[in-house]
T-cell receptor
Framework: DADVTQTPRNRITKTGKRIMLECSQTKGHDRMYWYRQDPGLGLQLIYYSFDVKDINKGEISDGYSVSRQAQAKFSLSLESAIPNQTALYFC??????????FGPGTRLTVL | AQKVTQAQTEISVVEKEDVTLDCVYETRDTTYYLFWYKQPPSGELVFLIRRNSFDEQNEISGRYSWNFQKSTSSFNFTITASQVVDSAVYFCALSDWAGTALIFGKGTTLSVSS
């Protein structure tokens, strides 16, 4: 089984809808991250969490919120989706400042 | 501010050719980490290597090798005898000593034809 899983893997939604992307890990890592990838660009950090009680904004947090329900679970919410949030979303985990390992990604389309 | 530049947007080679992917970074930190990730057509991100700023030794892993030069702020990646399976987008990334976030370059798309 994969160490970092993301659900759903693909999602099509409409403008204004609330949507949640979920991430789970079995690696036992303390840190979790959400990134966004747009075509032709690298990944940009949305939010990160160093532990269950620590959540921090990344460089592009506007329009997003997160919840760290447990050490192994980190979810990303779009309160009111808009078309320019159409992107590939990645969850990542790390143990401390060590290497970040990524989930398989969620492809989100907002119509 | 930290920045990673991958000037090569796309590279096309024929199988068995050697290819070097360039990465130039900017940081004011004395301690930092550099990474390479591979994103094959299937879309996942695969970790390839992590280097800390105090270790300038070149690294070789099979057909892959990495050249880290602090003097030129570069961390280049060479694939020897490229194969079709090497076709992917390759990202160079940088993090600070605390590992707060990865700063990614825009990626280099490598196409290897048979």
């Amino acid at each position: 089984d994969a160490d970092v899983t993301q659900t759903p893997r693909n999602r099509i939604t409409k403008t204004g809808k609330r949507i949640m992307l979920e991430c789970s890990q079995t690696k036992g890592h303390d840190r979790m991250y959400w990134y966004r990838q747009d075509p032709g660009l690298g990944l940009q950090l949305i939010y990160y969490s160093f532990d269950v009680k620590d959540i921090n904004k990344g460089e592009i947090s506007d329009g997003y919120s997160v919840s760290r329900q447990a050490q192994a679970k980190f979810s990303l919410s779009l309160e009111s989706a808009i078309p320019n949030q159409t992107a590939l979303y990645f969850c990542a985990t790390s143990q401390g400042a060590d290497t970040q390992y990524f989930g398989p990604g969620t492809r989100l389309t907002v119509l | 501010a930290q920045k990673v530049t991958q000037a090569q947007t796309e590279i096309s080679v024929v199988e068995k050719e050697d290819v070097t992917l360039d990465c130039v970074y900017e940081t004011r930190d004395t301690t930092y980490y550099l990474f390479w990730y591979k994103q094959p057509p299937s879309g996942e991100l695969v970790f390839l290597i992590r280097r800390n700023s105090f270790d300038e030794q070149n690294e070789i892993s099979g057909r892959y090798s990495w050249n880290f030069q602090k003097s030129t702020s570069s961390f280049n990646f060479t694939i020897t005898a490229s194969q079709v399976v090497d076709s992917a987008v390759y990202f160079c990334a940088l993090s600070d000593w605390a590992g707060t976030a990865l700063i990614f370059g825009k990626g280099t798309t490598l196409s290897v034809s048979s």
